[in-house]
């Protein structure tokens, strides 16, 4: 897979479920960083993990960081209506700061 | 909050003509970028800004784009002259100074459509 690969690419949920969503990469990096994209807007910010780190919380999310696996994924958990949108990971490769990102990885959460 | 604004929201242009994007990064940040993303495809990065001057490319970046930093708020894209491959979602990010912590700020995006 290319760098920042997410899977599933598409996934169905219904409301109050939890979603969990997963990138893989292939080279060192320094951080690896979690998007979300409504159709047609733009990126909004979710998290951002370094590589020193495994595991991180905000709300309702949690990040985790495998870098022996080269691997995140992002748990949403009592999803809402209102996290239906695509998910992308991105990734900078070691001593860069352009950012890689995924296909993404399509939400619906059905209320 | 502080955010990255981008105008305009929506461009449409001729082939050929040339085009500027605007960008105004959140005030306190020192790395600027530009990505694209065309439609139904993968953000793809393109340059990247700081102390006046770039410090990454990608080879999409080529000679029909030059980016600048005309005044203290403003971060602009020209594109010299548009082709129809040019057609796509343009977003301008900012991050703050510090490596370990290069968390980008996406603006809501300039949607180019090239005719």
């Known amino acids: 897979s290319q760098q920042g690969e997410e899977d599933p690419q598409a996934l169905s949920i219904q409301e109050g479920e939890n979603a969990t969503m997963n990138c893989s990469y292939k080279?060192?990096?320094?951080?690896l960083q979690w998007y979300r994209q409504n159709s047609g807007r733009g990126l909004v910010h979710l998290i951002l993990?370094?590589?020193?780190?495994r595991e991180k919380h905000s709300g309702r999310l949690r990040v985790t960081l495998d870098t022996s696996k080269k691997s995140s994924s992002l748990l949403i958990t009592a999803s809402r209506a209102a996290d239906t949108a695509s998910y992308f990971c991105?990734?900078?490769?070691?001593?860069?700061?352009?950012?890689?990102f995924g296909s993404g990885t399509r939400l619906q959460v059905q209320p | 909050e502080p955010e990255v604004t981008q105008t305009p929201s929506h461009q449409v242009t001729q082939m050929g003509q040339e085009v500027i994007l605007r960008c105004v990064p959140i005030?306190?940040?020192?790395?600027f970028y530009w990505y694209r993303q065309i439609l139904g495809q993968k953000v793809e990065f393109l340059v990247s800004?700081?102390?006046?001057?770039?410090?990454?490319k990608s080879e999409i970046f080529d000679d029909q784009f030059s980016v600048e930093r005309p005044d203290g708020s403003n971060f602009t894209l020209k594109i010299r002259s548009t082709k129809l491959e040019d057609s796509a979602m343009y977003f301008c990010?900012?991050?703050?100074?510090?490596?370990?912590?290069?968390?980008?700020?996406f603006g809501p995006g300039t949607r180019l459509t090239v005719l």
């Open positions: 990010a900012s991050s703050a100074a510090g490596a370990a912590y290069n968390e980008q700020f």
């Open positions: 005030s306190n940040h020192l790395y």
């Open positions: 993990i370094r590589s020193n780190e």
């Open positions: 800004f700081y102390n006046n001057e770039i410090s990454e």
């Open positions: 991105a990734t900078d490769e070691g001593g860069r700061r352009a950012l890689t």
């Open positions: 080279t060192s990096i320094n951080n």
